[in-house]
């Protein structure tokens, strides 16, 4: 999370050096700026009854004709009951993709990809014959999922290390080690089936075209925008200025919390592509709503962004980085984002003109008895915040 290589060894000692240009952090002094009006109150009504279930933190955010207005409740650490707020920097996961398609869809604006061509095409013998199908899996079926190739993560020896070893990052080429030799899901391009690898492989490609993708998304998506709180390839055990929140987990799903913060942070680390930003709730919403407005990429490569695939039910889900549901029964366009220590959204409402960004500092991949109660809160949330014009 990926013309010829220089030299693999080149490309792995460049994956293996966190990159984020701008390390100067600000403390963490924001108050959270919203009103006392109806909706305000019952937006932080609704987030105080999740932390109230067990959910350690909470910020949401909303970006609409009243300007930006984040709210906050809960814990941004539990241990030293430092409160969540708006100027925390929060993990936001798979969002990272809607960014990682951004960069690549740049590159093809530039001349210097094209969609068309396959990943055999972009990596050396030594990468791309890790991957089924490689000679037919285009730069397209990795942004919108329809490549077939297997998912890293699904690989139990894959899932055993990084649990035993939980201060160990790992390289790119480590994660596709566990592809190696596996068959693919399906031909390519014929169905839709969400995989982190699609990602991971984008990046690497990104890197060999670029030399260097985390500084060239910094100065086409970060810099443009003005997101001076947004950090990719992050650095292990870097804590931002005391800014980057202690994750949690329902490790046993018994209702009982524990801090994998080290876990969380070494994992987020190793990641690239399918993940690995750490922002604030308003980066993360002038992204989406850079992204909206044409900011980043033309008006027509943004159409392209949109054109869903659907699901096996026929339902549509999946552009070149975005994903299309609804909330309340209102189109909602943006991307989630879920990890062992957080759970991210960062969602578009075309109808309201309205962008919303929700993350929370609990494990959200595995299951527990507090996502029970915390999906029908979350379901309130969406409710409070849309039934507002």
């Known amino acids: 999370m990926k013309l010829l290589f220089p030299s693999l060894v080149l490309l792995l000692l460049n994956f293996g050096n966190s990159y984020s240009q701008h390390m100067e952090v600000k403390p963490c002094v924001f108050i959270n700026p919203h009103g006392n009006d109806g909706r305000s109150l019952a937006i932080q009504e609704a987030l105080d009854k999740l932390t109230q279930n067990q959910v350690p933190g909470i910020v949401a955010g909303l970006l609409d004709k009243e300007g930006l207005q984040v709210w906050s409740s809960g814990y941004a650490s539990i241990e030293n009951a430092v409160h969540m707020q708006g100027c925390h920097l929060h993990y936001i996961q798979s969002i990272a993709k809607t960014y990682m398609a951004v960069s690549i869809l740049q590159l093809w604006e530039e001349g210097r990809l094209d969609l068309k061509k396959t990943i055999d095409e972009y990596l050396p013998v030594s990468i791309s014959s890790l991957l089924p199908n490689a000679a037919k899996v285009n730069i397209q079926m990795l942004l919108n999922h329809t490549s077939g190739i297997p998912e890293y993560n699904y690989d139990p020896n894959y899932v055993t290390r990084l649990l035993q070893h939980p201060e160990r990052v790992f390289l790119p080429e480590e994660y596709l080690q566990y592809i190696k030799g ?11 089936s969400y995989r982190n690898s699609n990602y991971l492989i984008l990046a690497l490609i990104a890197e060999q075209i670029t030399g260097h993708h985390g500084a060239y998304m910094e100065d086409r998506i970060f810099k443009p925008l003005g997101l001076e709180d947004t950090y990719y390839r992050i650095r292990q055990g870097e804590n931002y200025g005391q800014r980057l929140v202690q994750s949690y987990w329902d490790r046993y799903s018994n209702s009982k919390l524990e801090n994998i913060s080290i876990l969380q942070n070494s994992n987020v680390a190793s990641m690239v592509g399918d993940d690995g930003i750490i922002t604030t709730a ?21 159409e392209m962004m949109q054109e869903w695939v659907s699901n096996n039910k026929g339902e549509p889900v999946y552009g070149l980085g975005l994903a299309v549901t609804k909330f309340a029964g209102l189109t909602a366009i943006g991307h989630s984002g879920g990890g062992l220590g957080s759970g991210s959204q960062l969602y578009y409402f ?26 029908k809160i979350l379901e309130e949330i969406y409710g409070v915040i849309l039934a507002f014009d």
Not at 182 to 192: C, L, N, Q, V
């Open 182 to 192: 596996k068959k693919a899901d399906f031909e390519p391009g014929t169905k839709y």
């Open 282 to 302: 308003k980066d993360a919403l002038l992204f989406l709503r850079g992204l909206m407005e044409g900011k980043l990429i033309d008006p027509k490569t943004l």
């Open 350 to 375: 075309p109808e309201k003109q309205l962008y919303l960004f929700l993350a929370i500092n609990l494990g959200t991949v595995t299951e527990s008895p507090i996502h029970v109660e915390a999906e």
